[in-house]
């Protein structure tokens, strides 16, 4: 069904021998109904669909077996309940730590229902209590932004230690001298670089040694070449 969906997009908007501002139009007359009918939150939801039925099929399974043979039920149950358990890890997973790149359809679902609950509990607090708690705006905020733009959040406000992780896999992936000049030309403007954490301690940290190492090596080959 989405492959259809993309395809009516891709026709729609890309025919053939028309000119550009007519195609312009058109991309931007579905681009509208794209979002009007919160294509995205469709695209998410049909496969949370899929995993629901595939569990309910499961149920289904253990249900027929359990009045057939107790012995197969048995078996069977236990590697359904391993997956299962092993599915929902990878579906809260995200919930509680941010950074993991594990994520299941039904992570966003399992998102809203943790926050909106939290939420609408600091809201029943505040209501017999007149206790305005913090983290109250904290879920509210997090159940709008939904679990995507709260791990971005997140890594926003990282520390430090994110900045060195940064300039540390740059170093790595520069394997041309003439983009290692350009990177070293930069680290003037670096240290007084308002983006960054606290940028002159990170280059004095002792994990920053391999800024060292670059350096040398880098001189090394230029004073080679020239001499």
Known sequence: ??????????????P????????????????????KFRLPVV?????????????????????FLF????????AIAWWVGLFGWLYGCITLLPIFRHDSPYYTPLS??????????LYNVFRILVFFTWI???????????????????AQETALKMS???????LKWTIDALDEDRKLEQF????????????????RQILAKPDIWDLTAACHDFLIRTFSTRF
């Open 43 to 63: 695209v998410e939801t049909l496969p949370t669909l899929l995993h629901l039925s595939l569990s309910l099929f499961f149920s289904g399974l253990l249900v």
């Open 1 to 14: 069904m989405l492959q259809q969906w993309a395809r009516r997009y891709l026709t729609a908007t890309q």
């Open 16 to 35: 053939p021998r028309w000119s550009p501002h007519k195609r312009a139009r058109i991309r931007s007359f579905f681009a509208d109904g794209v979002e």
């Open 108 to 117: 966003s679902s399992a998102w809203f229902l943790l926050n909106g609950v």
């Open 184 to 199: 070293f030309e930069g680290i003037p403007a670096f240290c007084t670089s308002q983006v960054a954490h606290e940028p």
């Open 132 to 150: 305005r708690p913090f983290k109250m705006w904290t879920y509210g905020e997090r159940t709008s932004w939904g679990i995507t733009r709260t």
């Open 160 to 166: 430090a230690k994110t900045d060195r992780h940064i």
């Open 67 to 74: 009045n057939i043979n107790h012995t197969t039920f048995k």
